[in-house]
């Protein structure tokens, strides 16, 4: 495949810069070492579509396949000998969703977006298939979610109230439907989900929260959801606010009737273009608001060391005032 063929332009604000992947990269096969599909590269980033049944990395020997050996055996001069596992990883996925990974290529890089995902600049948005139909159509789901504690479901997490859940943080999610269908005959909507926090599990344990648990959510169901073929949830856009340039990358939507035939879409309450533009114009309008703020705090700032400057020199000047007359005075008596 050609770099013409990996990426091509999306919908976005003509200032950023964003790429996604085309249809035929998407497939219901399972991961393999050659499959690594790369949406965004350049000398400080790439951006991999992540496979959905993948670990990112592994300490276990019996690991061999994560995206971490794709990436050795696709750029293996790009691996960096004095990190552990030859890649800095920006963020995590879990092991069954897929979608937009970032991956930087040196420290510098790393330290870059690194700040961007402290602060929580970063816009990210995810494609879900979740149980029976959601009435509500945009919602924010306010829980807050901990570690589970209870035996036998110490790998989970849990929203405060529940047996066994430990220190539970704020955790936000904001929630749109797309369409209303068929997942292999049983009633399923097709959301898009946007976590204002970074919560483990966070869109997985909200959703299910709400009665609405990610179709194929193996562990969020306590192992009843079992028959699709992976969990369908897909990191569909991610919005680094680098500077100069942001980075925008699309990983596309997997949940279409030609990649999944037991997807059967019945009502579309809104299209994932114009839902995208309006989210990506709300992220964009919000930086610009951060960045006046900071405008503003810089000019306060400035002014008030210009201030402190003018008062300590209408002191100094004061002084030397004083100790003139002081040293008229004494001459005069002399």
């Not at 946007?194 to 959703?207: A, M, S």
């Not at 839902?275 to 006046?292: C, N, Y």
Request: charged fraction near 30%; glycine fraction near 6%.
């Amino acid at each position: 495949m050609n770099k013409e063929e990996e990426e091509r332009p999306c919908s976005s604000p003509r200032h950023l810069s964003c790429v996604s992947p085309l249809l035929h990269t998407m497939t219901t096969e399972p991961a393999s070492l050659e499959s690594l599909h790369v949406l965004y590269q350049s000398d400080d980033y790439i951006v991999v579509d992540k496979h959905w049944d993948i670990r990112i990395d592994s300490k276990m020997w019996y690991e061999k396949q994560t995206v971490q050996a794709q990436l050795r055996h696709r750029f293996p001069q790009l691996a960096d000998p004095s990190t552990y596992y030859g890649f800095r990883f920006c963020h995590q996925l879990d092991f069954s969703t897929s979608g937009a990974l970032c991956v930087a290529l040196n420290k510098a890089a790393a330290g870059r977006a690194y700040c961007c995902f402290k602060d929580r600049t970063v816009t990210k948005a995810y494609l879900a298939l979740i149980r029976d139909w959601v009435e509500e159509q945009t919602q924010t789901l306010d829980f807050r979610i901990g570690k589970n504690s209870s035996e036998g479901k110490t790998h989970m997490m849990c929203i405060e109230g529940t047996e066994g859940c430990g220190n539970p943080k704020p955790c936000q999610t904001e929630l749109t439907v797309l369409e209303y269908g068929l997942y292999d005959g049983d009633p399923v909507t097709k959301v898009l989900l946007q976590p204002l926090t970074g919560r483990t599990h966070q869109l997985r344990v909200h959703c299910s929260a709400i009665g609405h648990p990610i179709v194929g959510d193996f562990t969020y169901t306590l192992g009843a959801d079992d028959a699709p073929y992976r969990m369908m949830l897909h990191a569909h856009l991610l919005h680094i606010p680098l500077e100069p340039q942001p980075l925008l990358v699309s990983a596309g939507d997997p949940f279409l009737p030609v990649v999944d035939p037991k997807w059967l879409p019945q009502r579309t309450l809104r299209t994932l273009t114009t839902t995208m533009e309006a989210l990506l114009e709300g992220s964009v309008e919000h930086d610009r608001k951060i960045k006046e703020e900071e405008r503003k705090r810089a000019r306060r700032e400035e002014e008030r060391r210009k201030r402190s400057k003018e008062q300590r020199t209408e002191q100094e000047s004061e002084e030397q005032r004083r100790q003139c007359q002081e040293w008229l005075s004494e001459w005069a008596g002399d």
